[in-house]
């Protein structure tokens, strides 16, 4: 199907213009509370990575008309909507995170952005968290220092960014797919940024559409866990280092951060175990644990195969019958 600009004007051309690819770790509860908005989606694919709520089988039950991919063990946020990409049968995409809302209204505004600027890699909507508060959704890229500082401002009309937030992106099927998607090797974190970097190396727009808003909770998409929370310190770290090692920061500057971020991090845990704080002990020895074997994890390829590999395999991810 092949929607054209008139039809995606109604809502239900927009409906078949887009799939909407959501990746879940142990998301029920999120979905239960979305199940209204999710069961309005005709084109859905929820990723389910191996979680142990009854995720899948609450899916199955729950949201009939759904493609749901049950993978045997945790295949990470990038190589999650990989794997739905990979089977999309629509012109667009909306990758959003579970803990993220978005009207209909949006979700169209994103569509016809990507309409003016064919040549755009996606389109991403003014954040906010669930309180109307601004949340960061653009900046320059880590190795430049791009970071905002505290004056964080929306721009007021459709604008080029360098990075991206991951939390809402209505990409371009045919555009991300020539891409490659995201890099496999990332599990969690700064996946977003290496794909709007890719872009970049393209000369493919990242555009940020403020007309278009979505409500992002932040660090809720899975149960909180004090297993949850190690393994999202223990990525972040990994991930950035990897990034920057990627684009071609020098060796001797990463050895130095990471170096660095071991000192930090053994002072810290002095501290965390003084005060008895199990959160912080956990945040400590997760990043501790990253710079410690990061010299295995830049020596890997990536921790799974290709998910275009896996579309015909039985293992470790398979699409349920309906």
């Not at 929820?46 to 089988?57: I, K, Q, R, W």
């Not at 430049?144 to 009309?157: L, Q």
């Not at 866990?225 to 393994?231: A, G, M, W």
């Not at 999202?232 to 971020?261: D, F, G």
């Amino acid at each position: 199907m092949n929607p054209t600009d008139e039809t995606l004007g109604s809502a239900a051309g927009l409906r078949s213009a887009v799939t909407v690819s959501l990746v879940l770790y142990n998301s029920r509860r999120l979905l239960e509370s979305r199940r209204e908005f999710l069961a309005s989606l005709p084109s859905l694919c929820l990723v389910d990575n191996a979680s142990t709520d009854g995720s899948a089988d609450w899916i199955a039950t729950h949201l009939p008309q759904a493609r749901l991919l049950r993978c045997e063990q945790n295949l990470g946020f990038g190589r999650g909507h990989n794997l739905a990409v990979a089977g999309c049968q629509t012109p667009f995409a909306l990758l959003l995170n579970p803990d993220c809302d978005i009207s209909e209204d949006s979700m169209q505004g994103l569509v016809e952005c990507l309409q003016r600027y064919p040549e755009a890699l996606l389109a991403v909507p003014r954040l906010e968290y669930p309180d109307g508060r601004p949340q960061e959704n653009h900046r320059g890229f880590t190795h430049t220092g791009g970071r905002p500082g505290p004056g964080y401002r929306t721009p007021d009309a459709a604008t080029c960014c360098e990075m991206v937030s991951g939390a809402a992106m209505m990409i371009r099927v045919e555009h991300f797919r020539a891409i490659g998607g995201f890099d496999p090797w990332f599990f969690l974190y700064f996946e977003d940024e290496e794909i709007c970097w890719r872009a970049n190396q393209h000369r493919m727009p990242v555009i940020l559409e403020p007309a278009a808003v979505a409500r992002h909770a932040l660090k809720q998409s899975s149960t909180p866990s004090l297993r949850t929370e190690f393994v999202r310190n223990y990525s972040y770290i990994t991930s950035k280092l990897y990034l920057r090692c990627k684009l071609r920061e020098h060796s001797s500057r990463t050895v130095l951060r990471a170096t660095a971020l071991l000192f930090a991090n053994l002072l810290g845990l002095v501290s965390a175990l003084l005060s008895l704080n199990r959160l912080a002990i956990t945040r400590r020895l997760a990043r501790i644990g990253a710079v410690l074997t990061l010299p295995w994890q830049l020596s890997r390829e990536q921790a799974a195969p290709s998910p275009w590999q896996l579309r015909d395999r039985r293992r470790p991810a398979r699409i349920s019958a309906r």
